[in-house]
């Protein structure tokens, strides 16, 4: 398939587009220490978490030092089966819709189809118009379902290419060894790793901050 001319990919339009995975496996039952050093399942804390996110997000498309909102599409997509399902389907960011992304997340239940939820994540944000475009993964085990990680993500990278931009993919390993994603580090993925919920807001907000909301400030440095 022919990649897009010049043309086309000059118009894409200022945003950022960003998918989030959130591991919803059966190991997320297990608990681990929150804020306050007491034991919680890692579910309630990556919801906790997530709530964090949504609102870093509203922020962020509110607070625009032009004065108009910034351009977000933004989508939430959890292990189904094989692969992943949108719980919150990919589209314009609704400030207004925090508790959409939170009052339906499933309980722990599944495996973990991380290669494959990345794949269909990776594909989504691809779509986009805007010219950002990231996926941001947070779990806390391995791949067990269908192919690895390692191995959909050089195919995202090259659907990329194809189309004449970019895609930006986070990982926070959540309970987990980070090192078990130094496959996807060496492909140019972010990947952090939090043991309790003091380290999984900093991760995240880092990654937010630093990796993806602050992206869109950058100027261009104009060649003399």
Request: charged share 20%.
């Amino acid at each position: 398939m022919a990649g897009r001319g010049p043309a086309e990919a000059a118009a894409q339009e200022e945003g950022i587009a960003l998918a989030i995975i959130y591991d919803n496996s059966g190991s997320m039952k297990q608990p681990v220490r929150d804020e306050q050093g007491r034991l919680s399942p890692k579910y309630i804390i990556a919801r906790r978490a997530l709530v964090a996110i949504v609102k870093n997000l509203q922020t962020f498309a509110t607070n625009a030092t032009t004065g108009r909102p910034r351009k977000i599409e933004a989508g939430l997509f959890v292990f189904s089966g094989n692969g992943a399902r949108e719980l919150v389907k990919f589209g314009p960011f609704d400030s207004n819709a925090i508790q959409d992304w939170t009052n339906n997340l499933p309980l722990p239940s599944t495996g973990t189809p991380l290669g494959n939820a990345l794949a269909q994540a990776g594909r989504t944000v691809l779509n986009s118009k805007l010219a950002h475009k990231h996926v941001l993964v947070i779990t806390d085990g391995i791949n067990t379902v269908g192919p690895d990680p390692s191995v959909t993500m050089p195919k995202l990278k090259a659907q990329a290419a194809e189309k004449q931009t970019g895609l930006s993919v986070h990982f926070v390993a959540f309970d987990v060894d980070a090192a078990v994603f130094n496959p996807l580090k060496k492909l140019g993925a972010t990947v952090a790793g939090a043991a309790d919920e003091k380290q999984l807001n900093s991760q995240l907000e880092f990654i937010l901050q630093r990796k993806i909301l602050l992206e869109e400030e950058e100027v261009p440095v104009k060649k003399k």
